[in-house]
């Protein structure tokens, strides 16, 4: 039986209309690659709340959950699981996006996001996320 995981994903918009993606860090999975900031969703927690607090621990934002939209979602089948990813959009949060965990930060252009290496789980929220933003 594979086992499912859960991760909330969410795409940052400011006020220019760039999308913010982040860098796993070394020693990490798929190090290197760029992805849109999330978690993994703990037992018996609301993807919601997941993103809340992963926006607060992995970038220092204090994000509400009015301030969440959901957009999308990514079901992806890797070798040792299978990966359930919503995706939510925010245009509100307080604080300056810092990567607290040592990942690298960069606001982009939805048009160039297929520009950026990402995971393959990453890859189908794209295309929603240009049409989202316009």
Same mark, same amino acid.
């Given at each position: 039986?594979?086992?499912l995981?859960l991760?909330?994903?969410c795409a940052?918009?400011?006020?220019q209309g760039?999308v913010?993606?982040?860098?796993?860090?070394?020693?990490?999975?798929?190090a290197?690659?760029?992805?849109?900031p999330? *978690?993994?969703?703990?037992?018996?927690?609301r993807p919601?709340a997941?993103?809340?607090?992963?926006l607060?621990?992995e970038? *220092?934002?204090?994000?509400?959950h009015d301030?969440?939209m959901?957009?999308?979602?990514?079901s992806?089948a890797?070798?040792?699981?299978?990966?359930?990813m919503?995706l939510?959009?925010?245009?509100?949060?307080?604080?300056?996006p810092?990567?607290r965990?040592g990942?690298?930060l960069k606001?982009v252009?939805?048009?160039?996001?297929y520009?950026?290496?990402?995971?393959p789980?990453?890859?189908?929220l794209?295309?929603?996320?240009?049409?989202?933003? *316009?």
């Open positions: 039986m594979t086992r995981v991760v909330a994903a940052l918009i400011n006020s760039e913010l993606i982040a860098q796993r860090p070394e020693g990490k999975s798929l290197g690659l760029w992805e849109f999330g *978690g993994k969703v703990e037992p018996g927690e919601e997941c993103l809340v607090r992963e607060q621990e970038l *220092g934002l204090s994000v509400r301030d969440l959901p957009l999308t979602f990514a992806h890797y070798d040792d699981f299978h990966l359930m919503p939510w959009s925010c245009r509100r949060w307080q604080g300056t810092e990567g965990e990942q690298a606001w252009a939805p048009a160039t996001l520009d950026w290496p990402m995971p789980a990453d890859l189908p794209i295309a929603p996320i240009i049409a989202h933003i *316009g």
